[in-house]
């Protein structure tokens, strides 16, 4: 910043500081920007080449329910858009949202905190009823 710490007196370090705080921000901006960006020119490439139907539920979506439609990345890597769409699916949010569920619960149960030790349930409630059946 051209100041050595010998000169930086405490008058200056807020200055510095929303210095600091500013490049910062542009930095998440133009992030955001560039990711808003990536993520438009897939989608619309996804729109043109997918039909326009939820890839799970088959729900079909007209012009005016478009935006119920997103593109979900079937290996996971939103950076991985190739120009033939084979990373591509449209879902509706709906099912988007459950596939992304069903991807965390899954790394949950593989990370054994679903409880891995835990005993197989040994009750079996409907085990006598076919005794109780042949009694009538």
Known sequence: MGMDRATLSIDSLPVVASGV????????????????ERARSYR???????PWICGRCAREFGRERLRELTVHHKDGNHDNNPPDGSNWELLCVYCHE??????????????????????????????????LLKKK
């Open 98 to 131: 459950n596939e992304h569920a069903r991807i965390e619960d899954s790394k949950f149960e593989k990370s054994g905190s679903a409880g891995s030790d835990a005993k197989p349930a040994t009750h079996r409630p409907l085990e006598g009823l076919g005794k």
């Open 21 to 36: 705080v500013a490049k910062l921000d542009d930095i998440v901006a133009q992030a955001k920007k560039a990711q808003q």
């Open 44 to 50: 619309e490439q996804a729109l043109k080449i997918l």
